[in-house]
């Protein structure tokens, strides 16, 4: 589904350790986007709970969705649009940010267990430990056909070779340009 990226509100989404923060990052920058990490908006008991472990519940998710909903509800009221990182991983989790911005864009970053297991191996100087990718992908909802977004391989490309981030970032805003346009 194209999209005009112009002052466009959009969730990176997918689970930890995909690159929702590389790709939000330097597509924000791209496309000259406010951004926003979902991680910042962690309440610190959800930070200690992930960092020990514990994976988080619907009901440690949903202040920290709403916040993430109010940021898109700003984004959008304001007209400046923005890139967020999410997880987004629940079909309902994406309904909490959609009440704040309805017509939220998700880019979904997708990639083979195995690929994303073993960048969070190598993740350094975060709290959420790779034992946690298991209960990411349990309950990974894939995008349903009556939400906005498109899905985005970050595995290596047909010829196996490794795509960097601003190759990423070039795909994703591909998919974002506008019919008879350009982007910023």
């Not at 005009?4 to 929702?20: D, F, P, T």
């Not at 298991?134 to 010829?159: F, I, K, W």
């Amino acid at each position: 589904m194209a999209l005009n990226a112009e002052n466009q509100l959009i969730v990176v989404m997918g689970v930890a350790g995909v690159g929702k923060t590389t790709v939000a990052h330097l597509l924000a920058e791209r496309l000259g986007l406010p951004y926003a990490e979902a991680d910042d908006f962690h309440p610190a008991a959800n930070i200690a709970k992930m960092t020990a472990g514990i994976p988080l519940d619907d009901a440690d998710r949903e202040p920290w969705l709403r916040a993430l909903a109010g940021w898109l509800h700003e984004r959008g009221q304001a007209g400046t649009g923005g890139v967020v990182t999410c997880s987004a991983l629940k079909h309902r989790y994406r309904d909490t940010l959609r009440a704040g911005c309805p017509d939220a864009y998700f880019l979904h970053l997708d990639g083979g267990r195995r690929l994303i297991a073993d960048r969070l191996a190598a993740r350094t100087g975060h709290f959420m430990p790779a034992s946690l990718l298991d209960s990411q992908y349990a309950v990974l909802e894939p995008l349903q056909a009556d939400e906005r977004g498109t899905v985005l391989d970050v595995g290596p490309d047909p010829d196996g070779k490794i795509r960097t981030p601003h190759e990423l970032v070039e795909m994703a805003a591909a998919r974002l340009r506008p019919v008879n346009g350009d982007l910023a």
